[in-house]
């Protein structure tokens, strides 16, 4: 199975969930304070508790964990080092470091950016296929109730 290294967004962690579903070896680098996701409800008690909110553990279930500052030298350094094991890399952009020093480290690595923080509803019924099986042809696009995901 591939080392993938997820330093990404919201839109991307679940590429990486998926993969640690697949029985991937993901490693989640989270910023100093935990990633935002923690901090989203409902929570499995009364009070916010950030291991255990919802979105926190449907998204990072099957994932390692490891919180990492990399606007510093010294995170960058510790993140090109994750990617010199790493068979893939999903990364939100901007990366910490370009990707000219990623390549040198590890010239195999299968680079996944994700541009943007947020999807539109209707791309992701696109994507999913699911527009093909609703609606009409003589209207607009009919979305299903819920979310893609």
Same mark, same amino acid.
């Given at each position: 199975?591939?080392?993938v290294?997820e330093?990404?967004?919201?839109?991307?962690?679940?590429?990486?969930? %998926? /993969?640690a579903?697949?029985?991937h070896d993901?490693?989640?680098v989270?910023? !100093?304070?935990?990633? =935002?996701?923690? @901090? *989203?409800?409902?929570?499995?008690?009364?009070?916010p508790?950030?291991?255990?909110?919802?979105?926190?553990?449907?998204?990072?279930?099957?994932?390692?964990?490891?919180t990492?500052d990399?606007?510093?030298?010294?995170?960058?350094?510790?993140?090109?080092? %994750? /990617?010199?094991?790493?068979?893939v890399?999903?990364?939100?952009?901007?990366? !910490?470091?370009?990707? =000219?020093?990623? @390549? *040198?480290?590890?010239?195999?690595?299968?680079?996944v950016?994700?541009?943007?923080?947020?999807t539109?509803?209707?791309?992701?019924?696109?994507?999913s296929?699911?527009?093909?099986?609703?609606?009409?042809?003589?209207?607009?696009?009919?979305?299903?109730?819920?979310?893609v995901i």
């Open positions: 199975m591939a080392r290294v330093l990404a967004g919201h839109p991307a962690v679940y590429a990486g969930r %998926l /993969l579903e697949g029985g993901v490693i989640r989270e910023p !100093p304070g935990g990633d =935002a996701l923690r @901090r *989203v409800g409902p929570y499995l008690g009364k009070k508790d950030v291991e255990h909110g919802a979105f926190h553990q449907f998204f990072n279930a099957g994932k390692r964990s490891l990492l990399t606007t510093t030298a010294d995170g960058q350094g510790i993140w090109v080092n %994750l /990617l010199r094991t790493a068979d890399a999903i990364v939100s952009l901007p990366m !910490p470091v370009d990707e =000219a020093t990623v @390549r *040198v480290a590890n010239p195999r690595l299968v680079l950016e994700v541009e943007g923080e947020e539109p509803e209707l791309c992701g019924y696109a994507r296929g699911l527009l093909s099986i609703t609606g009409h042809k003589d209207r607009a696009p009919a979305l299903m109730g819920g979310h």
